[in-house]
């Protein structure tokens, strides 16, 4: 099945991070003129601010809180280390019910001096150390698989499959997977990892944006959905196919876009949004 076309901007959600230069009041007010629909708000957008009032002045503007961004981060060779994240992790799921957040995106974490499978285990058990606490708050959990290129130190969880085996083993109603199309586009098994994904009910969220050829940065050069290699549109059948209905979450880290006027590069959001997603 093919996916249908994005005519309207119903489920259109954008990463307060996509538009950094702005700051979140000026990103919501701007999101919301242009008629998206949700925001997904990273933890460096609220510093220094009220979280709850954040909450209230982004529901104000019509905007639906998809996530925050972001937890993880678990595993260390330094036990001290890893008694940090887990109290910052304690943290965001705090910042989450304040600002109204059902959910938070966890980039999971690797330590270059230990075997990817005891990162792995130290991950898994993180999630489930700080579990009470999620369940006491009402947050979701979404594990993020990253890209292999990640595995050093970003995340010791590379495929969809990984995610997908780590929330069956953890096996809560609050621990589910965000797929993003930038770190799994090129994963032999992704149709049918999606399906299982959905099969589960742990398809949490759904990010895009594109691979640029040639990537000029392995961080902050993705590409705006259509500019890049990744089948984007087939993707997103796959992700429909299970029945998901959230948000469609732009999330681009882009030095090139940062430095245009953002009141541009949304508009251009909106056009790939709706042609090329
Ligand atoms: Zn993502």
Redesign the pocket.
């Known amino acids: 099945m093919s996916a249908k076309p994005l005519n309207d901007l119903s489920q259109l959600c954008i990463h307060t991070i996509t538009t950094k230069p702005w700051n979140i009041e000026t990103a919501a007010q701007n999101f919301s003129k242009a008629g998206v629909k949700g925001i997904t708000v990273w933890r460096d957008a609220l510093t220094g601010r009220n979280i709850k009032q954040t909450g209230q002045q982004l529901r104000d503007a019509g905007l639906e809180i998809v996530s925050l961004c972001r937890g993880g981060f678990f595993p260390s060779i330094d036990v001290s280390k890893r008694k940090a994240a887990l109290d910052d992790n304690r943290k965001a799921i705090q910042e989450a019910a304040e600002l109204g957040a059902p959910m938070i ?1 966890l980039v999971c974490g690797s330590d270059p001096l230990q075997p990817l499978e005891e990162s792995r285990k130290q991950i898994q058990d993180g999630i489930m150390s700080v579990l009470p606490e999620a369940k006491a708050a009402g947050i979701k959990l979404a594990i ?1 698989p990253l890209h292999p290129m990640y595995a050093d130190t970003r995340s010791a969880v590379n495929s969809l499959g990984q995610a997908n085996d780590m929330a069956c083993e953890i096996n809560s109603p609050l621990v589910g997977v ?1 797929v ?1 199309v ?1 770190h799994l586009w090129w994963d032999p098994h992704l149709e049918q990892e999606i399906k299982r994904c959905g099969r589960n009910n742990h398809l949490y969220a759904f ?1 895009i944006c594109d691979w640029n050829v040639p990537t000029a940065d392995f961080l902050w050069d993705r590409g705006l959905m259509g500019e890049g290699c990744i089948p984007i549109k087939k993707i997103r059948s796959w992700v429909e196919d299970t029945g998901f209905q959230g948000f469609y979450e732009v ?1 681009i880290f882009s030095n090139k876009f940062w430095s245009e006027d953002q009141s541009v590069f949304l508009n251009k959001i909106i056009k790939a949004y709706q042609e090329k997603s």
């Open positions: 995106v993020e965000a993003d930038y990010h999330e």
